[in-house]
């Protein structure tokens, strides 16, 4: 069993604030065992909204939640909306009687609703599959190639892990997208997710996605922030400020897990994974993901000129500048772009993070560090 010690301290934490602790993320990357975990040896009650037993308790949902005491769970809040606004009333209740902690998968309507009903009474914490933290870092190769779904992460085999992957792909497509209440049929979002995988780690090319699609870039758009919002494509945006160079002002794009990733390419090992084209832009994709797991930070960006100098992850974070520069190389050297970003970007320090076992300073303020180190370099960010 994979612990997960910093997601359950951050729930604790988060609750001391807050009458109301969401969790959101993709399906299957772990919320109800993180959130059964946590509540182990607590006074807790838990509400399951995919179980029409539970359902059913929430006939009157005033009448059954009014009177608990304790930690309240809800999973699956998305399928009974209207318990945000009851939530609200709970939550403004002298002494707090009842801490409640709601778990969602991706939906825009959940998020819509925590934030409409529950501004000021609750705190967030945004999941995704496991970390180099939670699986040990010396097992980095098995998470970036499977990923971090916990059921792909844990599987037998490579081939059974990327038979979970591609089933995951199929019901996302075919059920999930339909239960949002998405119209599009599932093929066309199939074709448009396979193209943003060959485009993994590239800036965003709505006219070029249009053209391949035949269909209008507003199209193309919609579907690109269909899938941000269900938590399987991320957008990295560009950071522009007044240098006197024109910048890149539109967002990479990456499939999120690495693991699904690797099954839209068809890829089952790390053998395969390495000798395919797109094993250093899938290389950047997974330590992007493992630095902004580790930080939990909004203020994430890439960087890049159409002269061509660029910064793979700028990272605002306590009032300081990071920057991060990802190479599938064993001995990364200082290149002209590193010094540029260094220079016109005001940089605190720039990290270049690579596969082997090597540290070592390229600059005062560039130090190349191996994956087995990004952990415990990351939290320590003063």
């Known amino acids: 069993m994979i612990r997960r010690p910093s997601l359950l301290s951050l729930i604790r ?4 604030r807050s009458p109301v602790v969401s969790i959101l993320g993709p399906r299957q990357v772990g919320k109800s065992t993180l959130a059964r975990r946590f509540a182990a040896g607590r006074r807790a009650t838990f509400f399951d909204l995919e179980d029409p037993a539970d359902v059913a308790r929430l006939t009157a949902p005033k009448t059954a939640l009014e009177s608990l005491q304790g930690l309240v769970v809800i999973d699956e809040i998305q399928r009974m909306p209207a318990l945000f606004e009851l939530l609200r009333v709970l939550a403004d209740r002298p002494g707090i ?11 825009p309507r959940l998020v819509r609703g925590v934030s409409e009903s529950l501004a000021g009474r609750v705190s967030h914490i945004d999941i995704a599959g496991f970390t180099l933290s939670e699986t040990g870092v010396p097992n980095f190769r098995r998470l970036w190639t499977g990923g971090g779904f916990p059921r792909a992460y844990t599987a037998a085999s490579d081939a059974a892990s ?6 995951y792909i199929r019901d996302f497509l075919q059920r999930d997208l339909a239960q949002l209440g998405v119209t599009i049929p599932a093929a066309a979002i199939g074709r448009f997710w396979n193209m943003v995988a060959h485009f993994h780690g590239c800036v965003w090319s709505g006219a070029e996605f249009a053209r391949s699609l035949g269909s209008s870039e507003p ?3 919609r579907y690109l922030d269909l899938l941000s919002d269900a938590w399987v ?3 990295l945006p560009p950071w522009f400020e007044n240098l006197g160079k024109r910048q890149v002002r539109h967002p990479k794009i990456y499939v999120q897990d690495s693991g699904l990733l690797h099954a839209l390419l068809g890829l089952r090992t790390n053998d395969e994974l390495m000798a395919h084209p797109k094993a250093g832009a899938s290389w950047e994709g997974f330590v992007l993901e493992q630095i902004l797991s580790l930080l939990r930070v909004s203020d994430a960006f890439f960087w890049g000129t159409h002269q061509g100098a660029e910064l793979d992850l700028l ?10 520069e990802v190479k599938l190389s ?3 050297t200082l290149t002209k772009s590193m010094a540029m970003a260094l220079k016109d970007l005001r940089l605190d320090r720039l990290f270049v993070v690579h596969p082997g ?3 070592y300073p390229l600059h005062d303020k560039v130090e190349v560090v191996p994956i087995l180190a990004l952990p415990s370099s990351v939290e320590n960010l003063s």
Do not use: C, M
């Open 97 to 107: 009687p009842a801490r409640f902690l709601i778990l969602g998968s991706a939906d």
């Open 315 to 324: 990272v605002l974070h306590r009032g300081k500048r990071y920057g991060f």
């Open 357 to 359: 076992t090597a540290r």
């Open 219 to 221: 199209t193309a758009r």
């Open 13 to 16: 934490e988060s609750l001391r």
């Open 162 to 167: 990327l038979a979970w992957r591609q089933n």
């Open 233 to 235: 494509v991320r957008q």
């Open 330 to 332: 064993d001995a990364p």
